[in-house]
């Protein structure tokens, strides 16, 4: 079976440090992954996506960057954090193909920006 | 444009009466339609979808949603609700027409009391 881990869970950066949150998954493989923000318990803002290694496409502008140096893996990144990057962060799979349509979702990083 | 709408924030029902939870959508070709489930400071759980098919779907922990073409919906439905059923729950849908972008719904919080 298919799971996705991201890590780390919790994590509290000053304003202007650096980011790194991971998410990889195992059972599959050529998977499309997916980062998301919620804010506030509420919707999810698509941020970037993925069809395979080094391919990414992003969904906002924003001082945030991804990378999939591995085919189920898939970073998160800024170089300065702001303080509204605070969020809940969760990445997602779904399977390659034309029926790749249902999305299975990490744990998610709660991400505190101070 | 691709688009969710589910129209009440909030969702109160007392345990053992049937909860809905309303989802519209616009898409542009056929669509493909989620139901998903967060508790608290967790990441989403896929509940069921429509893609073809029977118009009732049935899904996890009892939960089940009607397609209706017609009014462009897809509301999610249990015929007894529990207290553990107290969570955010998100609409999502995908055209079939291509693309990897699934547009989630804003969610709506259901609360059921004892």
């Known amino acids: 079976s298919q799971t996705i881990h991201q890590w780390p869970a919790t994590l509290v950066q000053p304003v202007g440090s650096p980011l790194s949150l991971e998410c990889t998954v195992e059972g599959t493989s050529n998977p499309n992954l997916y980062w998301y923000r919620q804010a506030a318990g509420r919707g999810l803002q698509l941020l970037f996506y993925?069809?395979?290694?080094?391919?990414i496409s992003s969904e906002v502008p924003q001082n945030l960057s991804a990378s999939r140096p591995q085919d189920r893996q898939f970073i998160l990144s800024s170089k300065k954090l702001l303080l509204s990057d605070s969020g809940f962060y969760l990445c997602?799979?779904?399977?390659?193909?034309?029926?790749?349509?249902?999305?299975?979702f990490g744990p998610g990083t709660r991400l505190l920006v101070l | 444009a691709q688009s969710v709408a589910q129209p009440e924030d909030q969702v109160n029902v007392a345990e053992g009466n049937p909860l809905t939870v309303k989802c519209t959508y616009s898409v542009s070709g056929n669509p493909y339609l989620f139901w998903y489930v967060q508790y608290p400071n967790r990441g989403l759980q896929f509940l069921l979808k429509y893609i073809t098919g029977d118009n009732l779907v049935k899904g996890s922990y009892g939960f089940e949603a009607e397609f209706n073409k017609s009014q462009t919906s897809f509301h999610l439905k249990k015929p007894s609700a529990l207290v553990s059923d107290s969570a955010l729950y998100f609409c999502a849908v995908r055209g079939d027409t291509g693309g990897f972008k699934t547009i989630f719904g804003a969610g709506t919080r259901l609360f059921v009391k004892a």
């Open positions: 993925s069809v395979g290694i080094g391919q």
């Open positions: 997602a799979w779904s399977a390659s193909g034309p029926r790749q349509e249902t999305q299975y």
